[in-house]
């Protein structure tokens, strides 16, 4: 009876503010977006151990996102507090894929897949991801069990 | 020989800002969300005759986005001049789905399919489409030609 | 000798996010002003005891801001540890007047002087502070040092 | 009896969109500061000749602004067509300062008074304006006749 949580699973706690609401009251759906890269860059630096500066400046890659698929089941309003539960699912030669559903304690508000590429800042293209970003990937996606979708 | 634009086709144009930019030097992509869901507004007002504020004010409806599916095929830098071209697809009972790509000269950005639903304010649910919006987007898409996907 | 904090001051961190910031690699100074104002609606629901939603809810006020004075001292960087420190400073008949001094480490990057103001939501104009949010007020004044400016 | 808009007069019609509006239904003030900044960079482009993108690339030079003063009269609304004019006031060594007056109609929403200035990107510090800039900005200043605050 295993309880730990996987090491491929991260959460991040936002609460909706003024700034992301809509005059119908509702979080307007790009703003989710932010909420949403916020969670994939608190989890670079929490479980990668690479913040997106130390990215940045120390391996010269930036991670730009290349494909989302978004489902919106339930509006969200001023003040929820909206817990972003991200899965990292597969890592590629140079792309990572991640689960995000973001929940309201019972309710699923959405649920989006991401991907994303590591890109060279000099060379301006996908490059494979550098060893010491992916040798941590595996040992995070070694160390998960398995979630069904 | 017909070289009309089909009436459920629509573009729009918007400039790359610096407002829309990070550190890499290119478009964030939760600001082309704001682009697209104007895109959208831009289409009711032009094509299906109602704003956004009309709809809010005279129908009280409002119409969130429900699905999203997007991919980033190319980076956008500072200035770009970003055609985006908007071809509705289809209607169901409270719900419309649009393709949306997003051009910059020969090249394709990004691409989403979009569905938003009708969603009364008072009774905060999906309700039909009003007969004054469902006639006009009956029509529109009656005289659409069929564009592949 | 009395070290306590002063009830008219608060103060809010907001580390600096891929979100916040430009092609310079800086924040953008328009996203400064999301973080006053959520530092704001943070001391709203902290020492005054209503959050904004509940202001709307329950007092059928909103606060919008008629007034802004910003100086900014030094650029910030990504991933930056912002301190937002807010002193509220007076109260008028339906007027509320904050600042503000953004810091990190030793660093002053800003300074805002804020006045916002009480608006009843079905006149749509100014009204005088309810009871209850003025006397919670007042009390906060009236215990608060004098911090010179 | 000279009719001619002065050269250091510029106009920039911007709609209020969905993207910039609140719960309350108004524009969100921080949104403004986007619409400023967008003022602003149009004027360089229509007025002075150098786009932001330009400014950077040929002469790595970035402007950023470092007081803003500003009063918000009336609030704006979904939809609302404003008016920003800007009158450019002043330059220094290596400074500028712009006068934006918001309308609607008759109506003036809001005015700030903006100082931004040139800081070399290499240096990253402050330097004096690049003479093909001073010298496009003294004669937008010669030419322009005197208005009144």
Known sequence: MDEAIP????????????QHCDPAGIVFYPRYYEMLNLTVERFFESHIG???????????????????????FEASWLEDRL????????????????????????????????????????????????????SRIEAILANAVTVPA
Chains 1, 2, 3, 4 share one sequence.
Do not use: Y
């Open 50 to 72: 690479w913040s997106f500066h130390q990215l940045h400046m120390d391996l010269h890659v930036t991670v730009p996102t290349v494909r989302i698929e978004t489902d919106f």
């Open 83 to 134: 817990q972003f539960q991200l899965r990292l699912d597969r890592i590629g030669r140079s792309s990572l894929t991640f689960n995000i559903s973001c929940r309201c304690g019972d309710e699923e508000r959405l649920k989006a897949i991401i991907t994303l590429v590591c890109i060279d800042f000099t060379k301006k293209k996908a490059v494979p991801w550098p060893d010491r970003i992916r």
């Open 7 to 18: 090491a491929n699973f991260f959460e991040e706690v936002q609460t909706v503010r003024f």
